[in-house]
C-alpha cells in the first residue's frame, strides 16, 4: 500500500499553500486584470449614465426609452451579448469591458435619475430665487443631493461589474476568470477556490471603499448622535 503524496498539490486539495506560493505571480497578474477590467467598465458607464439621466431627467418623453432601452441591455444572457458585440471588437479585453459597460447603465441610470428627481423642488425654487443658473443649480445643488442614491447604484453596478469579469474567460480576458475556467476544467481544486475567493474579495473590498467614500462625500446623510 502506497503513502499519500506530501504535496498538497500532488494531492490535490482545494486548501493548498504551494499553490499560493508557486503561482503568485500568475495570481497577481489575473487579479490586475480583473481591476483594469472592472475599473475600466464602471468608469465608463459612468461617464455615459451621467447624461442619460441628465437627459431623462430634463426631457420627459426620453425618460421612457432611456429607461426601457438600458433595461432590455440588462436582461440579455451574458454569452449572448458578448456574441452580439464580437463583430465590433473582437476576442479582446474591449469586447468584455463593452459588455460590462452596457450592463452597468441600467444600475446606473436608474440610480442616478432617482437621486435627481429626489431632489425637493422647493430647493431648486430658492436657488432659483438666488439667481442660480441651470448649470450652478445643477452642479451646486441637484447632483450633489443626488450623490446618496447615485453611489448607491455605483456600488451595486461595481460589485456586478467584479463578477461579471469573470464570464470574459471564454474570450480568454476574464482576470481571475479565467483561472477558475480552467481549473474547472482540470478540477484544479486550489485554483478554483483560490480564484473564486480574491474575485469575492475584490468585490468586498471594492464594495466598503465605496461606502467609506459615499459617507465622506454625503455626511449629511448621517444621523446626529441623540
Known sequence: MTAPPDDCLARNEWI???YLSSRRTILWDAVLEHLRLT????????????PLALAARRWKAASAPVLGVTTVLYTIPSLAMFSL???LYGL??????????????????RNILAG????????????????YGPLRLLLTVELPLALPAALA???IATVSAVS????GAIVGHGGLGNLIYAGMNTFFKAQVLTASVLCVLIAVVADVVL??????????????PT
Open 16 to 18: 493548498c499553500g504551494a
Open 39 to 50: 475599473f475600466a467598465a464602471v468608469l465608463i458607464g459612468l461617464v455615459i449614465a451621467v
Open 85 to 87: 458585440l464580437l463583430p
Open 92 to 109: 479582446s479585453a474591449s469586447l468584455v469591458v463593452a459588455g460590462l459597460v452596457l450592463y452597468s447603465l441600467t444600475l446606473l441610470v
Open 116 to 131: 435627481l428627481r429626489g431632489v425637493p423642488e422647493e430647493t431648486r425654487q430658492a436657488a432659483r430665487g438666488m439667481g
Open 153 to 155: 447604484g455605483l456600488r
Open 164 to 167: 461579471l469579469v469573470t464570464i
Open 211 to 224: 461606502l467609506l467614500l459615499q459617507r465622506r462625500l454625503t455626511p449629511w446623510t448621517r444621523r446626529a
